[in-house]
């Protein structure tokens, strides 16, 4: 009996996947429009529109971390029409940062992680230093004049300075701005001395040279800029990239997750995306449910220390 049942409830799953979706598809970014956070989740529903015959539509629900979209997408209908598309913050960093956080992170259906954008250690062209050692000497004689962008005290960039510094011995000045956007344009305009930002927002002004970059924050070098360090090479173990994920909201049938997984992976292969992708610093990923599920983990692990390490408390 218990047999018969279960290969019942697996057909009807299977059946299900095979129409879904029969209506449009909301993907929530839980961040604004303009940065890679909504540019990337943008290329791969437009594609899926396409592949899957429903609109793929984005919308934008901003504010608390990613939180307030991730919280939106946990109490959705586990059906497939309801999905989240984010950076790692709600997923794996809040949870070290915040107490408590009124959804599960662990109880998302993991659907895949579409692309990562190292970050990258930037300083104005006004400063000396040229490498990071340089800059690592040139702050302990002047820590007191020296200030950092960030884009608040959980962002990715506050939590990745604030482990250089504690790796480096320094202690600079922090000013928050409220996004990637505004901090760069601080550091452009020469209001701030230092920020980890995301590659693929500053990368035009790196090759301009308004920008300096001292060290790319990925595994290894970046491709774009091959005379740039890897921060590994300076402080082994040093990474902080920003990855891009899908995950649907609890109990959602695996076969949805699989069938959508392989199709975002199917896109990503398609030449055009590769090229934009590019444009944006974003190298292509693709990953079974299974193996998001894993790599969630390793990286949560990996924050937590860097949380650890630099000494950040939760709120």
């Known amino acids: 009996m218990l047999v018969r049942l279960v290969l019942v409830l697996l057909l009807v799953s299977n059946a299900w996947s095979q129409e879904w979706p029969q209506r449009p598809v909301r993907i929530i970014v839980p961040f604004p429009p303009g940065g890679a956070a909504d540019a990337l989740p943008r290329i ?46 709600p997923l794996v960093i809040n949870p ?53 962008a960030s884009q608040g005290t959980t962002s990715v960039s506050f939590l990745t300075t604030e482990h250089f510094m504690a790796l480096a011995g320094l202690k600079i000045a922090q000013v928050p701005y409220k996004g990637s956007g505004p ?43 091959p005379d740039v360090p890897a921060m590994t090479e300076i402080f082994p173990g040093f990474v902080s990239v920003a990855w891009f ?21 199917e896109i990503l292969k398609m030449q055009e995306v590769r090229d934009r992708f590019a444009a944006l610093s974003a190298e292509p990923i693709g990953m079974t449910p299974a193996q998001m599920a894993d790599f969630m983990r390793q990286d949560a692990m990996r924050w937590r220390e860097a949380i650890r390490i630099a000494g950040v408390k939760p709120e």
Not at 121 to 131: E, G
Not at 245 to 265: D, F, K, Q, W
């Open 44 to 89: 791969v529903a437009d594609k899926l529109t396409a592949k899957r015959g429903q609109p793929f539509i984005i919308e934008n629900k901003p504010g608390a971390t990613g939180s307030i979209g991730a919280e939106a997408v946990f109490r959705a209908e586990p059906d497939g029409y309801t999905l989240l598309a984010t950076p790692p913050a």
């Open 96 to 148: 070290s940062l915040y107490a408590k956080l009124a959804y599960d992170p662990w109880q998302f259906v993991p659907v895949t992680v579409m692309a990562s954008i190292p970050s990258v250690m930037l300083v104005p062209p006004r400063l000396a230093p040229n490498s990071v050692m340089e800059f690592i000497a040139f702050a302990r004689g002047n820590s007191a004049k020296l200030n950092y």
């Open 183 to 225: 901090a760069l344009t601080a550091l452009l305009a020469g209001e701030v001395d230092l920020f980890f930002d995301n590659l693929g927002t500053s990368l035009q002004h790196v090759r301009s040279g308004r920008l300096k970059a001292l060290a790319v924050c990925g595994e290894r070098r970046y491709p774009g800029l």
């Open 245 to 265: 994920g899908m995950v649907a909201p609890p109990n959602t049938p695996g076969t949805i997750a699989e069938g959508l997984s392989s199709s975002i992976t």
